[in-house]
């Protein structure tokens, strides 16, 4: 399918809508977080998707991955026990092992950066989430190639927040979360939050008689507090800590959810982290002073032959174990213009800033054919100075002009000797035209992404792949928001990105003396990227009681001129982890004040699971549904999640075997399948 007929075909069906709309409602005003200035979404000239709260709760929601599928063209892969590798629009990385990753997609929790660091993405006294697409180097910086995911909490001192939440559900799941505020003075306001999430998971472990060994056991508390100093001064301080103790049993040699490991492997991740946030109101505009640390302790391992001791006289014992120690610590200071320091008569705001990342992260792998454990350090560096103007040309035309320069410092060493560092400046930024027609709001821009080079650290990747370059990523969007009709909204964005020295994650296949493959994880440089497509949202309240919201995304992604690890040159190829279509639909039916039936579909078109081999995923459809009954503070709900038991996957390899009942002749697909059908019911006391 050509990209224009797709596009024009989205457009009609986007503006045909508009005819069944029938009388005036009243739409609430949406506000975006993730950007210099707090904005309604209908004015930001970026594609992006705000979750609220009630979408989360409705939707049972415990992790991002959970959220995911709400967004067009977002995905999301596994290979450990939640969904932390996200990609939006084709681009984002999938697994990381021995190799330090530049990540393509920022994941910030309020003022905490935790690129990289995807299963501390726990949502619980969550506000709203944010989904940009598209590059967010401006804001975001070298982790936002792709675009960024912002987990809103609850503001300290929020009214008619606090909450206490039950859920019990099949498969040993239950789960706990709650929030309060507290006011202590007129100028202080207290909050707390916890979490903890317990559930056996839907695989069984055959040998070891276990039903657990791909669990889920995460606990997580959240302290913040709001301190108005003056009404010119305030301070924000949060404290996260996260208890990350899952399983992580989730292949088998026959792809089913029996598996056969005598070591299962583990998902864990300790994290304590704390920020603070100075504003200060100045007669010229408000001043922002932000601080934050983050100490993570990171383990995650395999079963790496899936099987136990003596499963067949051909098989292998392999257990493969990485042990990191990350922390974080980033300042920024921003100047946000009032309105007394405008511009060019008074027609043009301002932000200007600069913001350090300092992060360190120490590895152990301890590994079964290694001859020792072998340990390494990771130092990246990023120091950036950005700006922005936003100018009225007219009174319904702005104009809006971004740069940031970051210079990226890194240095790698490890105990096999090999060292290496790397100094580089990059340039991004946004120019973007809107204009303000009726109630829609029509942009066109121009922003261009980057993320920094990198090394291959294992001490057998050849020498020609030791090294990869930084990767930069033009984006040319046009879209259009607003109100088609009475009742009907919708967001629509058609956008060309081309992507220069493309990061691309292969590997080398190495075959031990006993015949077992050995997979070596290496990134390297395509020449040329494109991802091009459209991305659709809808929301029409067709009757008083029943409202319909639709999002759907079209995504043509592919690479050119890329020679493979194996020597095979590939002159263009599909990318990984980009379905060419993605779809949500929601039906919610008020059938009278109390109670609410939800029906929600996702839809995902089959994509390659990696750019090194050729397995798939198959299209999926999941169905979910929640019935709903709230009497004065008091909410409960009855769900089912994938209602029908779809079987899917959410990561696959290929191009080997691990089969020793065929001595390892015949290259065969492994998968990791997604959760099954999950009944559960959920109280929610709102106090």
Known sequence: MKLPKTLFSLSLLSLSVSTFAAKQQDIEKVTVYGDFHQRALAQLSASASIIDNARIQSRQAEHIEDLLRIAPNVNFATGAS??????????????????????????????????????????????QVEIFRGPQATVFGTGALAGAVLIKSTQ??????????????????????????????????????????????????????????????????????????????????????????????????????????DEPGFDRQQTHAISANLLTRLDGGDLHFIVTHASHNIGYAYDEDWTFDGFHPWGYTSFDAYYRDVDTNTVELRFVSGDQWRLFNDTTSWVIGTRVKNNKEDLLRQYTYADGDFVSQYQPITQALYGQLESQLTDDLLLTFALRAENYDFSYGDNAGLNGEHDSTMLGGKLALSYQLGQQLVYASVSR?????????????????????????????????????????????????????????????QYRDDGSAEFIDIISNADLGTNQGVEVELSWQATDNWNLSFSGGYLDAYYEDYTRADGITVTEQQQAQAPEFTANLLSQLDFNESIRWNVEVDFADRYRFSDGHDVTAPSRTLVHTQLSWRIENWETQLWINNAFDETYYTRGFGGFSNDPRDFYEFDEPYYQLGNGRQTGVTVRYQF
Do not use: C
């Open 82 to 127: 939640r969904g932390r590798f996200v990609q939006i629009r084709g681009i984002g990385e999938r697994s990381q092992y021995a190799e330090p990753i530049n990540p393509s997609v920022s994941i910030m929790v309020d003022d905490f950066d935790f690129t990289g660091l995807g299963a501390a993405a726990l949502l619980f006294d969550t506000q």
């Open 156 to 261: 300290a001192g929020e009214s008619d927040a606090d909450y206490v939440q039950l859920t019990a559900a099949t498969k040993s799941s239950y789960r706990v979360e709650a929030g309060k505020s507290v006011e202590v003075a007129d100028n202080l306001a207290l909050r707390g939050a916890l979490v903890h999430n317990q559930s056996d998971g839907f695989v069984r472990n055959t040998f070891l008689n276990r039903d657990d060994t791909n669990n889920i056991d995460e606990s997580a508390i959240r302290l913040a507090a709001s301190y108005d100093y003056s009404d010119e001064v305030s301070l924000t301080v949060n404290y996260r800590w996260y208890d990350i103790d899952n399983g992580f049993d989730a292949f088998s040699l026959d792809n089913t959810r029996e598996t056969l490991s």
């Open 449 to 509: 992404g980057y993320k920094g080079a990198g090394i291959n650290p294992d001490q057998n990747v050849s020498t020609d792949n030791r090294f990869y370059d930084e990767e930069y990523n033009w984006n040319y969007e046009i879209g259009m928001k607003g109100r088609l009709a009475d009742q009907l909204t919708s967001r629509l964005a058609f956008f060309i990105m081309k992507r220069e020295d493309t990061q691309v994650s292969d590997y080398e296949l």
